[in-house]
């Protein structure tokens, strides 16, 4: 979790910094306290998931782009059981597994839910769109108004723009979770 605290850091005081935001501004515009603030650029936070979505959307960054290390290489081997975790709450597990930038950005997360676990996410910025896929167990998964439950093999497709969530039914979940950014 340090490699994760430190590239955090690094990232959103460098977006900040080139987009020529004061603290001051960013706590206005996300929600997120100036004190909050300047221990995440220190390194010292341990913000929530919310928290780190409300930073993402007010600097108009894609979520794991607040989190990303610098790599140049062309091939790159990833463990998902190494992959950082970048939220850990009631029995749900998100790791960042890819980001990268093109289109408007492209991010894989692996989530592990423990059984009953259920992670409400708030919308994303418009035009976002989540493709889920479902490696082992049966989830309930989209948004709050139209969810569906999909189970191994299964892939379901939605616009994040609007709130939506993730629960395991019936017993512990992995899932694939692509973010397509416009």
Not at 61 to 73: C, I, K, R, Y
């Given at each position: 979790m340090q490699n994760v605290a430190q590239a955090l850091a690094r990232n959103l005081r460098r977006t900040r910094q080139e987009r020529a935001i004061s603290l001051s501004e960013l706590a206005r515009t996300s929600g997120v306290s100036k004190a909050t603030l300047s221990g995440l650029e220190r390194g010292t936070g341990n913000p929530?998931?919310?928290?780190?979505?409300?930073?993402?959307?007010?600097?108009?960054?894609?979520?794991?782009?607040?989190?990303?290390?610098?790599?140049?290489?062309v091939v790159q081997l990833r463990r998902i059981d190494e992959a950082p975790i970048v939220s850990s709450e009631r029995g749900f597990v998100g790791r960042k597994l890819l980001s990268r930038p093109g289109r408007g950005g492209l991010e894989l997360y692996v989530l592990d839910l423990k059984r009953g676990a259920r992670r409400k996410a708030a919308p994303h910025p418009p035009g976002v769109i989540e493709h889920v896929i479902v490696l082992e167990g049966r989830a309930e998964v989209g948004p709050d108004t139209e969810p569906t439950i999909i189970e191994a093999g299964h892939c379901l497709t939605f616009s994040a723009d609007r709130a939506h969530h993730y629960y395991a039914v019936e017993g512990p979940a992995c899932l694939l979770s692509f973010t397509d950014y416009p």
């Open positions: 929530s998931i919310d928290t780190v979505w409300a930073l993402a959307q007010a600097l108009n960054v894609p979520f794991g782009g607040l989190f990303e290390e610098q790599h140049q290489d």
